[in-house]
């Protein structure tokens, strides 16, 4: 079965910790991923995409196609990392695009 | 310029109604998605578009749900004969072309009483 799975709902960490949000996903074929943000009262944005091989806010992320993760990180978390975080893939299949997100992390950062 | 806009922001209607959910995409984006989101889920997948034609329209959880795309901008989710497990939030979502990353609007939330 093709889908996202971020394992923790909550996460909590204390600011200038470093964090991980994790994302593993099943998919049969070569997707794409994201990760998207969701802050307080905004809309649903990207964040950063695993083939741009950014970093976005001090946020990176590397897709490990052995262990088929794609794993959030930041060295040192600030208050204003606080939100709700989505994984999420995108693949073709059978002509046509799938489009699965997981069911979110949601990230607070204590001062 | 512009973002993605929805409207309406809000609905609130009762049991049995039609309710039409309006999406205005980023100017120029050819593929346009539709979601529904449910208190503590993420976005599920509903349907998307490339240009006036639904790509996939797999999410689509019964055949009371419907949408269009006519001129290949503006798109209306229509949903016939609306049940309480209806409710949730309709996000649409625009990109430039399939498979790049997707622009979300805000939503519209869905009370079915």
């Known amino acids: 079965a093709q889908r996202v799975t971020q394992p923790e709902k909550l996460l909590s960490v204390f600011k200038g910790a470093p964090v991980e949000l994790k994302c593993n996903y099943s998919?049969?074929?070569?997707?794409?991923l994201f990760w998207y943000v969701q802050y307080s009262r905004q809309r649903l944005q990207l964040l950063l995409r695993?083939?741009s091989r950014e970093s976005i806010k001090g946020f990176t992320a590397d897709l490990n196609k052995g262990e088929t993760s794609f794993h959030l990180k930041k060295p040192f978390a600030q208050e204003e990392d606080s939100a709700m975080y989505y994984c999420?893939?995108?693949?073709?299949?059978?002509?046509?695009?799938?489009?699965?997100f997981g069911t979110g992390t949601r990230l607070k950062v204590l001062a | 310029g512009a973002g993605v806009s929805q409207t309406p922001s809000n609905k609130v209607t009762e049991k049995g109604k039609y309710v039409e959910l309006r999406c205005d995409p980023i100017?120029?984006?050819?593929?346009l998605y539709w979601y529904r989101q449910s208190l503590g889920q993420g976005p599920e997948f509903l349907i998307y578009?490339?240009?006036?034609?639904?790509?996939?329209d797999s999410g689509l959880p019964n055949d009371r749900f419907f949408a269009v795309r006519p001129e290949g901008s503006v798109s209306t989710l229509k949903i016939q004969r609306t049940e309480r497990g209806d409710s949730a939030v309709y996000l649409c979502?625009?990109?430039?072309?399939?498979?790049?990353?997707?622009?979300f609007g805000d939503g519209t939330r869905l009370s079915i009483l």
């Open positions: 999420a893939l995108s693949g073709r299949t059978s002509g046509t695009y799938k489009y699965i």
């Open positions: 998919y049969s074929g070569s997707p794409e």
């Open positions: 695993h083939i």
């Open positions: 100017s120029g984006h050819t593929a």
């Open positions: 979502a625009s990109s430039v072309d399939s498979n790049q990353p997707q622009h």
């Open positions: 578009f490339q240009g006036t034609g639904a790509a996939d």
